[in-house]
């Protein structure tokens, strides 16, 4: 794995990746480090001065208005992330906590913080060395940054609290970072504040959610065409010139990516020679690459916002080129928060229309003619009857999982920080919504397979062909029998989850959009 260099003008959606989910080490680059001993140097002129100023010679939120004599700083900077790491609930997983970090010491690097470098080194250092901090899912409202969240990774950076090895083990900090060769700092004036006051935690999950999705909307573009091929629909209302005169970019990209897995399809097209023809597919098939196009550019403008916030230093105060040292509220999660709440929104949806596709597939008087819950013997089988009940329970959580949290607001800090954003909140239901939507597409692709494995005598497209090939040599079983279906519904989740389904067509239809 390559080192992820940071420097000071923010870093990249595939170095968050790389840090958080694969264990890129993480360097600073001697720009870096220069701007850290610059910013440093002001804030230590600053120190010296009898003038109080905020974060540097004050307390903090609500109490601000106290001077703190020279001998008492570093303990405030100590017990300000002592009372700060106050988190409940279940740990927060490995690689949230990982991109929160990184994403730390990414505005820490940019030298508008005040942090000294040797802090910063640390900060890496605990990275590099696969020591994880415990943190909780409850303590942030997005606003002063995921403040608990952070304060427990500076905890660790101070060796207290717990801490998870590079072995999965959970330990003291202190006995972690001594094994690693890594010696516990103590804080400094605005070192404490200047770790605890970002976005990093939301942003971080956002950027994570981005790529998934990225992965999830391709792969709700095959199961889509493949559910259209099962129910013998058109491939016409997908034609480049019908989404052209509407050119909104996700639309036509879905669009394009649907008739290039149906190309060469025996199955599209047979809607009139039925006994009762249809004129048109239901809303489920023809408006599939509408819904899936508009989540795709609600993922354009998230993915506008997370790099506006990627080059960002977000902090409270700030040093700026000037030298001057300056409160602001650029902690503020709104920006983040909103697109998180749109985000899942557009993933409720998503799966929303996945189901009724798979509803169609199995309801004996809307499939035209594959049999009832596409079971083997009906009546005696029960077929996908419940898998779909499955995924509508799911469906139903999507739902629950879109009603915005930034709509949301809960004061705190004495009246201090009097509207939050709720961001924090907005990213955690955000991973849960796309667990969700994976396992409900994953229904539909076993649904749609099955489907078309029934249709005997008619040949699916050889992207399709090879997207059922990939799904059975898995492990995941097609047309038969009613058997036990949980672990077949696994392992269709596990196929979609690491972009298995996107893999098997991609040689036949070339990259996906």
């Not at 009546?379 to 995924?391: F, H, K, N, P, R």
Request: contains cysteine; proline residues 5%.
């Amino acid at each position: 794995m390559h080192s992820v260099v940071l420097g000071t003008s923010g870093t990249t959606f595939q170095d968050v990746i790389d840090v958080a989910r694969r264990g890129a080490r993480v360097e600073l680059s001697p720009e870096a480090v220069r701007a850290l001993a610059e910013s440093r140097a002001v804030v230590d002129a600053l120190a010296a001065k009898p003038e109080p100023v905020y974060g540097v010679s004050t307390g903090f939120g609500a109490l601000a208005s106290r001077h703190i004599s020279p001998e008492l700083r570093a303990q405030l900077q100590r017990n300000i992330v002592r009372s700060h790491a106050a988190g409940m609930g279940p740990r927060v997983e490995r690689e949230v906590v990982r991109a929160l970090m990184f994403l730390r010491l990414k505005t820490v690097a940019s030298g508008h913080t005040g942090v000294r470098p040797e802090v910063a080194q640390t900060m890496a250092d605990i990275l590099n060395a696969g020591i994880t901090p415990v943190v909780h899912e409850y303590g942030s409202l997005g606003c002063s940054g995921d403040l608990a969240p952070l304060s427990h990774c500076a905890l660790t950076l101070m060796g207290e609290g717990d801490a998870e090895g590079p072995d999965g083990v959970v330990k003291p900090a202190g006995e972690l970072l001594a094994a690693a060769g890594i010696e516990a700092v103590e804080l400094r004036e605005k070192e404490g504040l200047a770790l605890l006051n970002g976005t990093d935690g939301m942003l971080g999950m956002l950027i994570m959610a981005l790529a998934d999705l990225d992965n999830l909307y391709k792969t709700a573009d095959v199961t889509a065409a493949l559910s259209l091929e099962a129910l013998l629909g058109t491939e016409k209302v997908l034609e480049p010139e019908l989404h052209a005169i509407r050119p909104h970019p996700g639309q036509g990209a879905s669009a394009a990516n649907m008739l290039a897995v149906l190309k060469g399809s025996g199955l599209t097209g047979h809607f009139q020679e039925e006994e009762a023809p249809r004129v048109q597919d239901a809303y489920s098939v023809r408006c599939a690459p509408q819904v899936a196009g508009a989540g795709r550019d609600t993922m354009a403008h998230a993915r506008t916002v997370a790099e506006r916030e990627l080059a960002s230093a977000v902090d409270n105060p700030v040093v700026l080129a000037d030298g001057q040292v300056r409160s602001n509220g650029n902690f503020h999660g709104a920006p983040v928060a909103y697109v998180l709440d749109f985000l899942a929104i557009a993933a409720a949806d998503l799966g929303s229309i996945a189901e009724r596709r798979t509803d169609r597939l199995l309801d004996k008087n809307r499939s035209h003619g594959l049999p009832p819950f596409l079971a083997d013997d009906a009546g005696v089988d029960s077929g996908l009857m419940i898998a779909q009940y499955t995924q509508a329970a799911l469906v139903s959580e999507l739902k629950r999982l879109a009603v915005p949290a930034s709509a949301d607001s809960i004061p705190s800090s004495a009246m201090q920080e009097d509207h939050v954003s709720m961001g924090w909140s907005a990213a955690r239901k955000l991973r849960t919504a796309i667990g969700n939507l994976s396992r409900v597409l994953a229904v539909e692709l076993y649904a749609a397979t099955r489907g078309i494995e029934l249709r005997r005598g008619l040949t699916p497209a050889p992207a399709s062909q090879a997207a059922i090939e990939a799904l059975r040599a898995a492990g995941v079983e097609g047309p038969g029998p009613d058997r036990f279906l949980a672990p077949d519904l696994e392992a269709a989740d596990a196929f979609v989850r690491a972009g298995k389904l996107v893999a098997a067509v991609e040689p036949v239809t070339g990259p996906l959009a």
